[in-house]
């Protein structure tokens, strides 16, 4: 998957360089799988998860998901109407609860609006359907009248998830879902997450910055920085043993909810690399404690060092990196 973004400059708006905000990035995720997102502002998570939906189009790559009939399809070769009935699969819970609603619509037309453009259902059917999508999600049905700043920020974004089960998906991209809310109905809402996913076993693809949230919720764990996925494997396992210095760095930010225990915070010199102009070789040398005069010349493979476990780092089996304390 690539999204590069052209800069433009001069009378003519001649393209000059191009942002690659998405630079050749791999994964997939399994059915009935978590797979969390991870990495600091602006590394791309969230532009990969809106292109994974063609929300926005990619500039390249291939999209490929299973659809009802089981059969793999390459989302980049659709057009309008095939594109169309495919995203009655995949949906999309966006990150501000309250900018993702249409303040003049009804809580009823917001939820049912899925339903009428897919031509699932009409009239007392879909306000049914409505209502058993409010208890889904833990609502009371009464309110299908009302308007979304009646309600709190949590009850908003169990709105925004109502919505996207409205078309009985089988894959959801939650962009930074929980991150508008506070602590205590992230909570709420992370476990609703989970119950709907044994309900109705569906897929996510769930980016956070929060990597107490990512531990909690994911199977499997991928870390982007500046366009590139640098680390991939399973959530026990990559905050156990990570294989990325970029990774090491992340966990030792991780708070601890325990004051008896300490940890050594590591501190990264420099500035984000500039997705427009990055450095050669790896793009991570720069700020790395640990880069060699290989890592300056040669951009590394994203490869396989152990099953599962995959990394972009040419010092990946010789390095001896600390874990997120106190898991």
């Known amino acids: 998957m690539k999204k590069y973004y052209p800069i433009k400059r001069g009378f003519l708006k001649k393209t000059v360089a191009y942002v690659k905000a998405v630079d050749d990035v791999s994964l997939y995720v399994n059915e009935g799988e978590t797979f969390g997102l991870v ?11 809106k292109s994974l939906l063609r929300a926005i189009e990619p500039s390249g790559g ?17 057009d309008y109407k095939g594109l169309r009935d495919i995203r009655r699969n995949m949906q ?26 897919n031509k699932i259902a009409r009239g007392e059917e879909l306000r049914e359907r ?76 769930f980016i956070s910055h929060d ?36 990774t090491e760095a992340l966990l030792s930010a991780k708070p601890i909810p325990n004051p008896r225990l300490k940890k050594e915070r590591i501190i990264l010199r420099g500035e984000v690399a500039n997705p427009a102009n990055p450095p050669s070789g790896c793009y991570f040398h720069p700020r790395c404690p640990y880069a060699q005069e290989i890592c300056k010349q040669q951009a590394p493979e994203f490869k396989e060092i152990s099953s599962g476990h995959h990394v972009a780092c040419h010092l990946a089996n010789e390095l001896e990196l600390k874990g997120a304390v106190g898991i």
């Open 92 to 117: 999309m819970v966006f990150q501000d609860p309250y900018s993702s609603l249409n303040p003049r619509m009804t809580v009823l037309n917001i939820i049912g609006e899925p339903l009428i453009c």
């Open 211 to 246: 990597l107490g949230v990512i531990q909690h919720i994911s199977d499997r764990v991928g870390v982007m920085y500046v366009g590139k996925m640098v680390e991939m494997a399973s959530t026990e396992e990559l905050f156990a043993n990570p294989k990325h210095p970029y």
């Open 39 to 49: 990495g600091e502002s602006g590394c791309g998570k969230s532009t990969l998860g």
């Open 62 to 78: 291939s999209i490929r998901f299973r659809d009802r009939h089981d059969e793999l399809v390459d989302v980049m070769d659709l």
């Open 130 to 205: 409505v209502k058993y999508l409010m208890e889904v999600v833990g609502l009371n049905s009464r309110h299908l009248e009302r308007y979304p700043h009646a309600f709190s920020g949590g009850q908003r974004q169990r709105i925004g998830i109502a919505r996207a089960l409205a078309t009985n998906p089988k894959f959801l991209v939650c962009d930074e879902a929980v991150s508008a809310l506070d602590v205590s109905i992230q909570a709420q809402i992370i476990n609703l997450f989970q119950d709907l996913q044994n309900e109705f076993n569906l897929s996510y693809l």
